[in-house]
């Protein structure tokens, strides 16, 4: 069985490769039911918002997402841990416009649910680049 430590940064992999491949369910199921995104100048996005948000790329019809999410810190304490990366996301539109990238700072609180570490909550800085 994985340390705890392994068991997040799986995560983060796993999160990754199934945005890159617009698999929202396997996205969602990171996810606590009560997960909160905090984004600037946006109020906060639930669970049910951010699968609202995404269904389009679940059926290969919304945007594509390509990124890279460098770790930089974990702290565990007890069932929570939170997360400190830097994370790079670019997005290419189905209508061909050339595509965007962001990149900046996030914060992410996990809680250990049912034996599996989640996304509760995430604080996302991220800027357009270019």
Same mark, same amino acid.
């Given at each position: 069985m994985p340390s705890d430590e392994q068991a997040i940064r799986d995560l983060v992999a796993t999160w990754m490769d #199934?945005? $890159?491949n617009g698999d929202v369910a396997a996205v969602l199921d990171l996810m606590a039911d009560d #997960?909160? !995104?905090? @984004?600037? =100048? $946006?109020?906060?996005? @639930?669970? %049910?918002? !951010? %699968?609202?948000? %995404?269904?389009?790329? %679940? =059926?290969g019809k919304g945007p594509r997402f390509d990124g890279h999410s460098e770790i930089l810190e974990i702290q565990l304490m007890g069932g929570w841990a939170f997360m400190r990366s830097r994370l790079t996301v670019t997005v290419t539109l189905p209508d061909g416009s050339p595509p @965007? $990238? $962001?990149?900046g700072h996030t914060l992410t609180v996990l809680r250990k649910d049912g034996g599996r570490w989640r996304l509760a909550r995430d604080a996302n800085l991220l800027a357009p680049v270019g």
């Amino acid at each position: 069985m994985p340390s705890d430590e392994q068991a997040i940064r799986d995560l983060v992999a796993t999160w990754m490769d #199934a945005s $890159r491949n617009g698999d929202v369910a396997a996205v969602l199921d990171l996810m606590a039911d009560d #997960a909160l !995104f905090l @984004t600037p =100048g $946006r109020p906060p996005m @639930t669970k %049910a918002d !951010f %699968a609202k948000a %995404a269904s389009p790329q %679940a =059926g290969g019809k919304g945007p594509r997402f390509d990124g890279h999410s460098e770790i930089l810190e974990i702290q565990l304490m007890g069932g929570w841990a939170f997360m400190r990366s830097r994370l790079t996301v670019t997005v290419t539109l189905p209508d061909g416009s050339p595509p @965007t $990238r $962001r990149e900046g700072h996030t914060l992410t609180v996990l809680r250990k649910d049912g034996g599996r570490w989640r996304l509760a909550r995430d604080a996302n800085l991220l800027a357009p680049v270019g």
